[in-house]
């Protein structure tokens, strides 16, 4: 059954450093997300992306981070200069399409920890 | 803002239980509501409601939707083991993103 994938499953950075995290969403589908958990808090929505461009994003997804789909099939998030609060898991979802109520499938989840 | 809120927090059931988990919501432009189960990492799907009064089952789980009153309930009948997991309620928006809203969730155990 097809999935969607992530790596690294685990980063450890130090603050101030860059880091991207890697999904690639299910192979057909053409909506993508990223979300993020806090340990121990709710599941909160960062942005969305479609045909090359975001299409939302949340207060939380400022100017230090930044989405892209480089190939065919990657889509990556890039966190410029980490905060200890960015240390969170980060769930990559893709969706067939959008609009007339398509689920979203996430991913396993990276979880970033910033020192 | 859009605002999910799952009741009750956690739960401790003995195997074989029925429990019903709660959510309800204020949303702006509501799609849909979703159910998901999260174990250890991604949030599994579980089900998508769209419409007031049509349940949705799958083995021992179903689902339904009010829109009226604006709740969602997820009723797991013969618990087992294997339920235990964290169950989270998201509604979908209507608008450019259809980002989703996620409630805090909520931690059922099912106990031998």
């Known amino acids: 059954e097809p999935e969607v994938t992530q790596t690294p499953s685990h980063q450890v950075t130090q603050m101030g450093q860059e880091v991207i995290l890697r999904c690639v969403p299910i192979?057909?589908?053409?909506?993508f997300y990223w979300y993020r958990q806090i340990l121990g808090q709710k599941v909160e929505f960062l942005v969305s992306?479609?045909?090359?461009?975001?299409?939302?994003k949340s207060e939380i997804f400022d100017d230090q981070f930044s989405v892209e789909r480089p190939d065919g099939s990657n889509f990556t998030l890039k966190i410029r200069s980490t905060k200890l609060e960015d240390s969170a898991m980060y769930f990559c979802?893709?969706?067939?399409?959008?609009?007339?109520?398509?689920?979203?499938?996430f991913g396993p989840g990276t979880r970033l920890t910033v020192t | 803002e859009d605002k999910v809120v799952q009741s009750p927090l956690s739960l401790v059931v003995h195997e074989g239980d029925t429990v019903t988990l709660n959510c309800s919501y204020e949303?702006?432009?509501?799609?849909?509501l979703l159910w998901y189960k999260q174990e250890k990492k991604a949030p599994t799907f579980l089900f998508m409601l769209?419409?007031?009064?049509i349940e949705k089952k799958s083995g021992r789980l179903s689902s339904i939707l009010d829109k009226k009153e604006l709740f969602s309930i997820l009723n797991i009948t013969a618990t087992q083991t294997g339920d235990s997991a964290i169950y989270l309620c998201?509604?979908?928006?209507?608008?450019?993103?259809?980002?989703?809203?996620f409630g805090t969730g909520t931690r059922l155990a099912v106990r031998p």
């Open positions: 979802a893709s969706s067939e399409f959008a609009g007339l109520s398509y689920e979203q499938y």
């Open positions: 192979s057909n589908h053409l909506y």
């Open positions: 992306f479609y045909n090359n461009e975001i299409s939302e």
């Open positions: 949303v702006t432009n509501f799609r849909s």
């Open positions: 769209t419409s007031s009064g």
């Open positions: 998201a509604v979908e928006s209507k608008g450019s993103g259809d980002k989703l809203t």
